[in-house]
């Protein structure tokens, strides 16, 4: 696991953990989500699926004003809580 950068501190990847598992509606899954781990694929604990990630896309665009309209950025930038985190920091309006 990395740890997070100065602009990642824990209370954002709180809040933004917070909103992925609401918009996609799941429960933190057991010993929490860690900051690295996939939230999609074979290695995801989340299970989340195409539908999933337009939800949360939609409820980034609501929150932090960021809209994710290219399919590859959002593949990108949903790899991982903190990758996810970082994006939203870096493109924040």
């Known amino acids: 696991m990395t740890a997070p950068t100065a602009a990642l501190d824990q209370a954002f990847l709180e809040e933004v953990q917070e909103l992925l598992l609401n918009a996609v509606d799941a429960m933190e899954p057991p010993g929490g989500l860690l900051p690295d781990e996939p939230l999609f ?6 299970d989340l699926d195409s539908l999933d990630g337009l939800q949360l896309s939609v409820a980034i665009q609501k929150r932090y004003g960021i809209r994710m309209a290219d399919s590859k950025d959002l593949r990108r930038a949903l790899g991982s809580l903190e990758i996810l985190a970082s994006y939203i920091a870096t493109h924040r309006k």
Request: hydrophobic letters at 15%; glycine letters at 16%; aromatic letters at 0%.
């Open 41 to 46: 694929g074979p290695d995801s604990r989340l």
